[in-house]
T-cell receptor, first 115, second 114 residues
Framework: GDSVTQMEGPVTLSEEAFLTINCTYT??????LFWYVQYPGEGLQLLLK???ADDKGSNKGFEATYRKETTSFHLEKGSVQVSDSAVYFC??????????????WGLGTSLAVNP | EAGVVQSPRYKIIEKKQPVAFWCNPI?????LYWYLQNLGQGPELLIR????????DSQLPKDRFSAERLKGVDSTLKIQPAELGDSAVYLC????????????FGPGTRLLVL
């Protein structure tokens, strides 16, 4: 079945450091891919998405490129801020899943950015 | 545009008591989801509605959990009786129902069962 694997945390960085959170997936078709972010005490927010191969999603300085050849959707940011401290979830939606269509979630990666 | 609204935000109850959570999705969204999220983990789908029909409730513990979406808009999730292990955050999300659609989440209800 479909699955999402993302790097384990916690990840601790200093402000202005470069961030990469790896995410790889398995799916039978051509899924849509998402990164959600959850700030402390809040609900999940969509950070960015990509719906087809080679698409790049971007938002708030974060980017992720849908790589079908490597089945990956790694999240990157060139210079993190303290306010980026949160838990990041990679997820996929498989349009071929029919009535079982739902988001498949990674386990989440906790990011702490120190000033 | 208003987002997904959930209430209450927090609930503390004693075990064996009933509890109910309410969700109002984004206007026009046909699909509504209830998730459970334990601390430090990702969301786990409990039930998905397409309009008023529950199309995926395979993960809903039906002995104690129930849900309804009578008019295809608001939804209520109920637990009766609650157990200690039900302490978690209960998230509601909605989407347009199109293929590859984005799910938009509410702030969640944090439940503590004592």
């Amino acid at each position: 079945g479909d699955s999402v694997t993302q790097m384990e945390g916690p990840v601790t960085l200093s402000e202005e450091a470069f961030l990469t959170i790896n995410c790889t997936y398995t799916a039978t078709g051509y899924p849509s891919l998402f990164w959600y972010v959850q700030y402390p005490g809040e609900g999940l927010q969509l950070l960015l998405k990509a719906t087809k191969a080679d698409d790049k999603g971007s938002n708030k300085g974060f980017e992720a490129t849908y790589r079908k050849e490597t089945t990956s959707f790694h999240l990157e940011k060139g210079s993190v801020q303290v306010s980026d401290s949160a838990v990041y979830f990679c997820a996929l939606s498989d349009p071929n899943a029919g009535n079982n269509r739902k988001l498949i979630w990674g386990l989440g990666t906790s990011l702490a950015v120190n000033p | 545009e208003a987002g997904v609204v959930q209430s209450p935000r927090y609930k503390i109850i004693e075990k064996k008591q009933p509890v109910a959570f309410w969700c109002n999705p984004i206007s026009g969204h046909n699909t509504l989801y209830w998730y459970l999220q334990n601390l430090g983990q990702g969301p786990e789908l409990l039930i998905r509605y397409e309009n008023e029909e529950a199309v995926d409730d395979s993960q809903l513990p039906k002995d104690r959990f129930s849900a309804e979406r009578l008019k295809g808009v608001d939804s209520t999730l109920k637990i009766q009786p609650a157990e200690l292990g039900d302490s978690a955050v209960y998230l509601c999300a909605s989407s347009s129902g199109l293929v590859g659609e984005t799910q938009y989440f509410g702030p969640g209800t944090r439940l503590l069962v004592l």
